[in-house]
């Protein structure tokens, strides 16, 4: 029967990527799900048989609970942009001035989710995305799912392969349709749609979205003896992979303008999404010798399609404070779909840029993307005018305080002087959701600022009520239906956090992060803090009395206590779930430095276990440090150490100690 189970395997197997990679079907569909079923039985019947190449698991179902980071062992660098022939034209020539004269990979620029796929004697063992270039997100339960995905590959090579993940413009309809019977929100666009798919944590719902996948990029070709971008991606083709057969080799930077004008013109009859061009230099050695910039590869660049303009009316100019009490004024707008997005607001960034357009309330106005992706008002359409429209008048005074504005020579801005004004209360609220506190990803500055100004979070609790208006979300300027899943998924997740984080997070005077964790580790529970008193407070070591009476008087604030019920109501952890501090000789009542590049542990993860072990870090060496421990390359802390003569260890004498 095991047997019987591996010929199944590589008959579907086989079956999948003649059909979904070739475009080429060998057996009819009876057959093929006569062979999963049988397969399917016995999987059943035998689990400890399960193969990981096995095509069950691209039927879906393992559920997660979160999306772990993962590094990327070579970085996944984006590609600078160009919108003209101008700016094609200008590419070729800095790459002419270093003397070379190339061939060029021109290839379609699909408007997906870029993935990495990691292999190991041909077996997928990771899929992730390309997340900041250096870290991203595991992404593989979902990734199994798309058929043109090889979970083995045909040759058993360690290898890691990119491309972009897509929907094609068929699966989103028939989506929608469904959609639409079952009252549910049409998903707007086929990029929205193939990232919100693989950010479920249930990878059914993944299976039953019908992705697909180009690979497009080998980022270390030579190792693999190939020498050119072309003998990359017939490699890639002959391991098993889908690549977009759109590819084409061309001798001079002037056939790459033709395609890009070919492309232009048929891009709507294509079955998927694209908003550009790639354009590569062909010779792997030539790409070596142009190298990178801080951010792009030199020899590689993505022309981008001219956005696509549509008219809206200017319903209100309204204004917002920032954290530096810089005024915003922004358009609101009768709600557009700009290039598969909503959009119903758009920054005007200053007095200056709205009379330059000679914007009026009520003007019917062009929206585009730059670069298909940030909204703005491109031109007002004059001849639209009925002579209803009201003038723009800039503010005089703060729209949160009223304080009068003020506009510092030889600046565009206006600020707001108060400093105490409404609006700068926004760092309370971006204190909670950083990293160090509640740790909510994707809420940063400025969209904290943002939700506070448009008045969807005026305190803490509100964070934990946005899902409420995430249908408004999705409509504001540089959001959409991927980003606002991934947050409110985030804010849902912060609830689980450890006690410490929350009590860090509440921005008690005086409780730094050492300080949370110090208490969270003694009391255990936040009910238990609260009813501590100035004397069990200051018994505690490294609890001063200002720091005692400072938690004290905030647990007996009414406008404090309200909130924490709140928070607690709305299911928010309030219970110690680190380890208890076991003081040891090597680490009680000592202070620790740490230098240099660390490569056991991260910076935090060492700190975490000095304190559990009842030492505590510093970030200077003085005379009242006690150790010193250095990574690779310590820096000046590692001489002053010596000087000092304070005992220093290396990170595997840290390791040992730990361990012992």
């Avoid at 250096?134 to 045909?154: M, Q, R, S």
């Avoid at 349709?177 to 707007?188: A, F, G, I, S, Y």
Wanted: with cysteine; net charge negative.
């Amino acid at each position: 029967m095991k047997e019987r189970m591996y010929e199944l395997i590589e008959i579907l197997n086989e079956a999948d990527y003649n059909y979904y990679t070739l475009d080429n079907p060998t057996i009819t569909d009876q057959e093929y799900d006569k062979y999963m079923r049988e397969l399917i039985e016995i999987e059943q019947e035998h689990p400890d048989w399960i193969e990981a190449d096995s095509p069950t698991h691209k039927v879906g179902g393992k559920i997660i609970d979160s999306f772990q980071k993962v590094k990327h062992k070579i970085p996944m660098m984006s590609l600078s942009d160009v919108f003209s022939e101008s700016e094609v034209l200008a590419f070729g020539k800095r790459i002419e001035k270093e003397n070379i004269h190339p061939q060029y990979v021109c290839e379609l620029k699909i408007d997906g989710l870029s993935v990495s796929l990691l292999y190991e004697k041909g077996k997928l063992v990771r899929a992730a995305t390309r997340g900041d270039g250096v870290t991203g997100e595991d992404i593989t339960h979902n990734v199994k799912t798309i058929k043109t995905v090889p979970l083995k590959l045909k040759e058993p090579v360690d290898i890691e392969v990119r491309g972009e993940i897509f929907m094609n413009k068929k699966t989103l309809e028939e989506l929608n349709e469904t959609r639409k019977r079952n009252n549910e929100p049409l998903l707007q666009n086929c990029r929205n749609a193939a990232a919100g798919s693989i950010r479920q944590l249930d990878s059914k719902i993944a299976a039953q979205r019908k992705l697909d996948v180009f690979m497009y990029h080998l980022p270390n070709p030579l190792d693999y003896g190939l020498n050119t971008h072309e003998e990359a991606l017939n490699y890639i083709k002959k391991l098993g992979f889908k690549t977009n057969p759109n590819n084409r080799l061309v001798n001079s930077i002037e056939e790459a303008l033709q395609f890009i004008d070919e492309k232009t013109a048929t891009r709507d009859n294509l079955p998927y999404d694209i908003d550009g061009i790639v354009i590569k230099v062909n010779s792997i050695k030539d790409q070596q010798k142009l190298g990178f910039t801080a951010k792009y590869p030199k020899w590689a660049t993505a022309y981008k399609f001219p956005a696509v303009e549509v008219l809206t009316k200017l319903k209100d100019i309204i204004f917002t404070v920032g954290r530096t009490g810089q005024i915003t004024p922004n358009a609101v707008l009768d709600p557009v779909i700009v290039a598969g997005s909503t959009i119903s607001r758009a920054t005007l960034h200053n007095e200056d840029y709205v009379k330059e357009k000679d914007l009026k309330i009520g003007d019917i106005v062009s929206i585009r993307k730059a670069g298909d992706v940030i909204p703005e008002v491109v031109e007002v359409k004059k001849d639209r005018r009925t002579g209803k429209e009201k003038d723009f008048e800039m503010l005089q005074n703060c729209p949160m305080c009223n304080s009068p504005l003020i506009k510092k020579e030889n600046q565009v801005d206006y600020f707001c002087p108060n400093a105490n004004c409404p609006a700068r209360s926004v760092e309370q609220l971006i204190h909670f959701v950083s990293r160090n506190a509640m740790n909510i990803d994707g809420m940063g500055d400025r969209i904290m600022e943002d939700f506070y100004n448009f008045g969807f979070i005026k305190n803490i609790t509100d964070i934990y009520h946005l899902k409420t208006h995430e249908k408004d979300l999705i409509r504001l300027e540089g959001y959409g239906e991927k980003s606002v899943t991934n947050l409110l998924e985030a804010i849902e997740n912060s609830k689980a956090n450890s006690l410490e984080r929350l009590i860090f997070a509440l921005g008690i005077p005086h409780v730094g992060e050492k300080t949370a964790k110090i208490l969270a580790s003694k009391f255990k529970t936040l009910e238990a803090l609260q009813q501590a008193s100035v004397e069990t407070l200051i018994s505690i070591s490294d609890i001063g009395s200002i720091i005692a009476q400072s938690v004290y008087e905030y647990f007996h604030d009414e406008k404090n206590l309200k909130i924490i019920a709140e928070l607690k109501e709305l299911g928010l952890n309030f219970t110690y779930l680190g380890q208890d501090i076991q003081e040891d000789e090597d680490f009680a009542n000592k202070t620790f430095v740490l230098t240099g590049s660390l490569e056991i542990y991260t910076r935090d993860e060492a700190k975490e276990l000095i304190e559990n072990l009842g030492g505590k870090t510093s970030e200077s060496v003085s005379k009242k440090t006690s150790v010193v421990i250095v990574g690779a390359n310590p820096g000046s802390k590692y001489n002053k150490a010596k000087d000092l003569g304070i005992e220093i260890w290396t990170e595997k004498e840290f390791k040992d100690k730990i361990n012992k």
